[in-house]
């Protein structure tokens, strides 16, 4: 099936990007999720507005892209959650929060879809999270969760 994605997918493709994937990893994950659309001659106009969206967010180069990722290397975040007795937390830290923290903490103004957990974060203590800024760039950063 084809489609035209509309985020970053990790080992398919940007955004804009028009693919072929199997029918059921399309009708059941992607097309779901809103990380893409079905490919039509009429969504194929889309694929240009995407791209241009795209633009203005990516960064650049490499080299911007290893600045930030200095810069955020740097930082150090901390995000006060609620929690129960044992450290469980009331829910999960979601990509969104970690983004707000980091700019709360003083660093680099990151998307919320460039931040990737590995698994959710349920307990306070100290975590690492990677932000994927380029294609070649990913930046490893520790988050300390605490109880708010």
């Not at 809103?34 to 960064?59: H, L, N, P, S």
Request: proline share 3%; hydrophobic share 40%.
């Amino acid at each position: 099936m084809k489609i035209i994605l509309t985020h970053e997918v990790s080992g398919l493709g940007t955004a804009g990007d028009v693919v072929d994937v199997k029918d059921g990893y399309a009708r059941n994950y992607l097309v779901p999720r809103g990380f893409a659309i079905r490919w039509t001659k009429g969504g194929e106009k889309d694929v240009e507005q995407i791209r241009r969206g795209r633009k203005i967010r990516e960064i650049a180069t490499i080299e911007q892209a290893t600045e930030i990722k200095g810069r955020l290397e740097g930082v150090n975040v901390k995000l006060a959650v609620r929690a129960g007795d044992a450290g469980r937390l009331f829910g999960s830290v979601t990509p969104a929060d970690v983004a707000s923290a980091i700019k709360a903490a003083g660093g680099p103004d990151v998307d919320k879809r460039r931040v990737e957990l590995g698994s959710p974060i349920k307990t306070l203590g100290a975590h690492q999270i990677s932000v994927r800024l380029h294609a070649e760039v990913v930046a490893k950063l520790g988050v300390e969760v605490v109880a708010a």
